[in-house]
């Protein structure tokens, strides 16, 4: 699958039925990885791929999510989304200007967030947050690359846990163009059940980042996708942390015996391994 129609196209299809996981590779590796592992399609994580970068999250830069973007998607034969956080800019026209660039870099699609980059206030205005998931849109009809666009509300993971409000604004971004809608932190299966009643038709997004819940419950109350963030980073990087602590702190080598062998990983990568 190499043409970007195809690919968005193709991207557009799994939301319309059924339930998929869209898990998040941070480097062309774990891209790659899970493509073998038979995932149909990806989305990046701004969070996995800023640490993979040496920076926190809400230090990387609009070129840099661009390129990386770009490199995903070029890595892989199946739709790769892109985390374009909040459009890196706060006003419509920004984020407008920003998201054509990102439908430039082919991804089949991309996510908006309500969350300020600032941190305080911790979203955006629900007006302006609206215009801004509208000037998206607005972007990439005029792209003409029909990329599915996300629309994030953050309230449970930037200290505005209402679910009333987050459906409001699930609601809405809906209603500005958002082709699926996300609210990352909701954990407790009613809530999820209500944001799904509440936004249906429209496809909705759910995050796991613990254990607690399987893809057949969540599939049973009607989400459409569910994606991991940064867990799958996290849980590289736990692994790595403890092991390398221990060195450091022991001079022991005793949690390397739990690491994969050395031909499972670079089979993966052989010619014949490899896409």
Not at 142 to 161: A, D
Not at 210 to 233: F, H, K, Y
Request: hydrophobic share 45%; charged share 20%.
């Amino acid at each position: 699958m190499t043409d970007l129609a195809d690919r968005v196209a193709e991207l557009h299809r799994l939301h319309e039925s059924g339930c998929f996981v869209i898990p998040n590779p941070w480097d062309v590796g774990t891209a790659c990885a899970l493509v073998q592992l038979g995932f149909p399609a990806l989305a990046t994580t701004s969070s996995g791929s800023a640490w993979a970068s040496g920076r926190s999250d809400a230090a990387t830069p609009l070129e840099a999510a661009l390129v990386h973007g770009g490199v995903m998607a070029a890595a892989v034969d199946i739709p790769v989304s892109l985390d374009f956080q909040d459009g890196f800019a706060a006003e419509p026209e920004g984020v407008h200007a920003n998201v054509l660039k990102g439908t430039g870099t082919g991804v089949a699609g991309l996510s908006i967030e309500d969350s300020t980059r600032d941190g305080e206030p911790p979203l955006y205005d629900f007006d302006l947050a609206v215009e801004r998931i509208r000037a998206a849109r607005r972007a990439i009809d005029e792209s003409g690359t029909g990329l599915l666009l996300t629309g994030r509300s953050e309230g449970f993971i930037r200290g505005r846990p209402d679910l009333a409000e987050t459906i409001r604004r699930l609601s809405a971004y809906g209603e500005a163009g958002a082709d699926c809608l996300y609210a990352p932190g909701l954990s407790n299966l009613e809530d999820i059940r209500q944001v799904v009643q509440a936004v249906s038709p429209k496809p909705v997004n759910v995050l796991v980042g613990a254990p607690g819940t399987t893809v057949a419950e969540l599939a049973e109350i009607g989400v459409r996708r569910i994606s991991v963030g940064g867990a799958l980073a996290r849980a590289a990087w736990g692994a790595f942390l403890v092991a390398a602590g221990e060195i450091a702190r022991d001079g022991t080598f005793e949690h390397l015996g739990s690491a994969a062998a050395f031909s499972e990983v670079d089979g993966r990568f052989s010619e014949a391994g490899s896409r």
